[in-house]
């Protein structure tokens, strides 16, 4: 069964930064687009970051210049780095992949079960 599980979240002063972390696990054949995304209290889930298997990376205009992500192929990771942050930052913070599981199987999109950061002084 395919989990991801994210970290590295917690409070943090306006101007601060923060390494989130999201660590793949279980069965994967293989490990295609994956992506940040945030939902704000009140708010949409909305897309941080994205990065293809090619590494090639999109961002959201809210974040771009402050923001890096990155992701291991090797364990299966992906991380996110953001500097300067505000807190219309603040939110839970998603994990997402697009994982084929088996040798000629669907890409199924899996989710983490998010984790906070909250930006305040």
């Known amino acids: 069964q395919v989990q991801l599980v994210e970290s590295g979240g917690g409070l943090v002063q306006p101007g601060g930064s923060l390494r989130l972390s999201c660590a793949v696990s279980?069965?994967?054949?293989?490990?295609?687009?994956m992506g940040w995304y945030r939902q704000a209290p009140g708010k949409q889930r909305e897309l941080v970051a994205t990065i293809t298997s090619f590494l090639n990376t999109n961002y959201a205009d809210s974040v771009k210049g402050r923001c890096t992500i990155s992701r291991d192929a090797i364990e299966n990771a992906l991380y996110l780095e953001i500097n300067s942050l505000t807190p219309e930052d603040t939110a839970v913070y998603y994990c997402?992949?697009?994982?084929?599981?088996?040798?000629?199987?669907?890409?199924?999109?899996?989710w983490g079960q998010g984790t906070q950061v909250t930006v305040s002084s």
């Open positions: 997402n992949a697009e994982i084929v599981v088996q040798p000629g199987g669907y890409t199924n999109d899996y």
């Open positions: 279980g069965s994967i054949f293989a490990l295609n687009d």
